[in-house]
């Protein structure tokens, strides 16, 4: 079992940037892929992007290319997401997410607690 622990989310203006970390423990982290989702109130949850096992392919929702970057750095278990040009519609809980397997493909199966970021206009 995966133990996930978020940080760096917060307020921030519109047009400003963040960048979330994400540490993971309890599992070898260079043997899964990793992911970053946020859900508003009400609504599902929803995938952003995705990082394979050692970097070298990365997948993104519609809504996060070109403005989010995810990426990792497997010596200190943590995966990291990168967010510029807020939008009021950011305005989430952000969850990373330890993959199944090495690949994004494989889908998703543990989530840390998630933290909060909200985008004032």
């Known amino acids: 079992q995966v133990q996930l622990v978020e940080s760096g989310g917060g307020l921030v203006q519109a047009g400003g940037s963040l960048k979330l970390s994400c540490t993971a423990s309890?599992?070898?982290?260079?043997?899964?892929?990793m992911g970053w989702f946020r859900q508003v109130p009400g609504k599902e949850r929803v995938f952003l992007a995705g990082?394979?096992?050692?970097?070298?392919?990365?997948h993104y929702a519609d809504s996060a290319k070109g403005r989010f970057a995810i990426s990792r750095d497997n010596a200190k278990n943590t995966v990291y997401l990168e967010m510029n040009n807020l939008k009021p519609e950011d305005t989430a809980v952000y969850y990373c997410?330890?993959?199944?397997?090495?690949?994004?493909?494989?889908?998703?199966?543990?989530w840390g607690q998630g933290t909060q970021v909200t985008v004032s206009s």
């Open positions: 997410a330890a993959g199944s397997g090495l690949g994004v493909a494989a889908g998703f199966g543990s």
């Open positions: 309890g599992r070898t982290f260079r043997s899964f892929a």
């Open positions: 990082i394979n096992w050692n970097g070298g392919s990365t």
